[in-house]
C-alpha cells in the first residue's frame, strides 16, 4: 500500500487516533472527522492534523480528494448513513476498516497482541513500559493514553523496530485479522452481546483467536478464561490468585503502594513495587513480564525497575484529588468485573473510609445485557449516583435505563441524577472518597468535580 494522504472518519476514537498518529510519523497527510470535539481532538490538531466535526464532504480537503494517493479508514461504529463514508465507498476510494489496518501494519513484525474483555490497555501500557525501560525498539498502538509518556502511540527514535505492541479488539470480531507471535487473553466474560448474540459466540470467537497464535508462538492466558478449542501455540497461564505456570504471591499494601513477588515460570523476582495500584494491576504486569519473556529473556532484569516506575494510564484507577480531606478516582470501567475489581482496590487502600461513586453506564444493550451484574459491583458502594445511558452508538431499547440497575443496588443510598444535579451533590455532601466510573462523557466533568474536591 502506497499513498501521501490517510482520513480517519471517527478519528476521535481511541484506537483510530492512535493510527492517525503513527501515520503522522510516517510522514502522511493526515485528517479526519468526528461527531464530536474532545481533549483527545484537540491534542491531534495541535499535532498537526486535520479534523472537523460535521459530517460534510464540503470540509474534506482536497488533498484527501485525491484517489489515486489517498487511504481511507473508518471503524464499524460508523453509522452507514454517514454522508462522507458513503462518497468515499461510490467514489472508488481505497477503504479499509480500522481493524484491516492494524493487521497489516503488524505484516512482518513480532507482534504482541493483548485481547480481552477487560484488562487489555493497563496490561498493553506495561508492556509498552517495560520495552521502554529495557531500551528494545518497537512500535504500540495502546487503547489508552499512557500517563508515563502521554500519548496512546510509540515508536522507535530511528522509526525501525521488528517489534509491535497491538491490542485486539474483540468488537465487530476485529481480533480475527491478527496473526500474532505472543498473544495475551487477559479475561473472557459476557460483552458484546449486541454483536455475538450469546457469551458461548462469544467464547468461540476468542478461541478462534487463539487459534491465530503462530505455530510455536506463545499464548498467554488468565487461569479464569476458558477457551474451546487446542492451539498450536505454547500455552501459558497466569494468575494473582492460585499457582498457574505464571503467578504472584506475598501481595501487600505499604504506605498504600502495592508489593508483590513474581514467579514467571523458573524466574523468581522478589519485593515488586508497582506504580500504578490495585490487585488487577498485579496481575496485568504478571502477564505482560510473560509475553516479553517469551521473546526476549534477556530483558527481564528490567522487570522490577519498569513496575516501580509505570504510572497507569490515563482513567484507569487516576488519582486526580489526594488531600487530607478528599480523594478523588476516576476509571473508564464500564464491565461489572472492572468496577468491583476498582472498588476492591479503593476499599484496600482507604478501609477506614466510606466511598461515593457515580457510575455512567455505556451502551442500551450492555446495560440490558448486565443490569444485575453491574448492580452487585455497585453494591460495594457506600453511596451510589448513577448517571443516565450513554448511548454511544446505539438507539434507545424501549425499558432500558438506568432504572434497571439502581432497581437491584443494594445500598440504601442511591438515586439517578443528572450531570448537574451530580455536581450539586458533590458541592452539598463533599465526600471524602468519590470515584467516578464509565466509558461515555462522563471524563467531561473530572475538571469541576476537582475544582469541587480540590
Excluded at 454517514?82 to 467514489?91: A, C, R, T, V
Excluded at 499494601?253 to 508497582?274: G, Q, T
Aim: hydrophobic share 40%.
Amino acid at each position: 500500500m502506497e499513498f501521501k494522504n490517510v482520513y480517519l472518519i471517527g478519528i476521535g476514537g481511541i484506537g483510530m487516533s492512535s493510527l492517525a498518529r503513527h501515520f503522522k510519523a510516517e510522514g502522511c497527510s493526515v485528517g479526519g472527522y468526528d461527531k464530536t470535539p474532545s481533549g483527545l481532538t484537540t491534542q491531534l490538531e495541535k499535532e498537526g492534523i486535520e479534523i472537523h466535526f460535521e459530517d460534510s464532504i464540503d470540509l474534506v480537503g482536497d488533498n484527501f480528494k485525491d484517489k489515486e494517493n489517498t487511504l481511507v479508514i473508518y471503524t464499524p461504529a460508523i453509522p452507514k448513513q454517514n454522508s462522507e463514508l458513503n462518497y468515499f465507498f461510490n467514489n472508488g476510494y481505497l477503504i479499509r476498516k480500522r481493524a484491516e489496518v492494524l493487521a497489516w501494519l503488524t505484516e512482518g513484525k513480532t507482534t504482541i497482541a493483548i485481547a480481552g474483555t477487560h484488562g487489555k490497555t493497563s496490561t498493553a501500557a506495561i508492556v509498552s513500559h517495560l520495552l521502554k525501560t529495557a531500551k528494545v525498539p518497537f512500535y504500540a498502538l495502546l487503547g489508552g493514553i499512557s500517563v508515563n509518556y502521554q500519548t496512546n502511540y510509540l515508536r522507535p527514535e530511528n522509526g525501525e523496530a521488528s517489534i509491535i505492541v497491538v491490542e485486539a479488539d474483540e468488537y465487530d470480531r476485529s481480533f480475527l485479522r491478527l496473526h500474532p507471535d505472543v498473544a495475551v487473553i487477559t479475561a473472557i466474560e459476557p460483552d458484546h452481546l449486541d454483536i455475538y448474540g450469546t457469551f458461548e459466540k462469544l467464547q468461540e470467537a476468542y478461541s478462534d483467536f487463539a487459534c491465530l497464535v503462530e505455530p510455536n508462538g506463545t499464548l498467554i492466558v488468565n487461569s479464569s478464561a476458558s477457551l474451546l478449542k487446542p492451539t498450536l501455540a505454547h500455552l501459558c497461564s497466569y494468575s494473582n490468585k492460585f499457582k498457574a505456570d505464571c503467578y504472584s504471591d506475598n501481595i501487600q499494601i505499604k504506605d498504600r503502594k502495592y508489593y508483590f513477588d513474581a514467579h514467571i515460570r523458573d524466574l523468581n523476582i522478589e519485593n515488586i513495587e508497582i506504580g500504578a495500584p490495585g490487585r488487577h494491576n498485579i496481575e496485568n504486569s504478571i502477564a505482560a513480564m510473560a509475553s516479553i519473556r517469551s521473546i526476549l529473556p534477556e530483558s527481564a532484569k528490567y522487570f522490577k525497575e519498569g513496575l516501580a516506575s509505570f504510572k497507569g494510564v490515563w482513567r484507569r484507577f487516576e488519582i486526580i484529588v489526594q488531600n487530607d480531606q478528599h480523594v478523588y478516582i476516576d476509571d473508564y470501567a464500564h464491565h461489572p468485573t472492572e468496577i468491583e475489581v476498582t472498588i476492591q482496590t479503593l476499599k484496600e487502600l482507604y478501609p477506614d473510609k466510606k466511598i461515593t461513586g457515580v457510575f455512567q453506564p455505556h451502551l442500551f444493550t450492555r446495560t440490558r445485557d448486565l443490569a444485575f451484574e453491574f448492580a452487585e459491583s455497585l453494591s460495594h458502594l457506600d453511596n451510589l449516583y448513577l448517571l443516565p445511558i450513554y448511548p454511544a452508538r446505539e438507539l434507545p431499547i424501549e425499558g432500558v435505563s438506568s432504572a434497571l440497575i439502581l432497581d437491584e443496588v443494594s445500598c440504601a443510598n442511591k438515586k439517578i441524577v443528572s450531570k448537574e444535579e451530580l455536581l450539586d451533590e458533590i458541592r452539598n455532601h463533599k465526600p471524602e472518597v468519590f470515584l467516578s466510573i464509565g466509558a461515555g462523557d462522563i471524563d467531561r466533568l473530572v475538571p469541576e468535580i476537582k475544582a469541587i474536591l480540590s
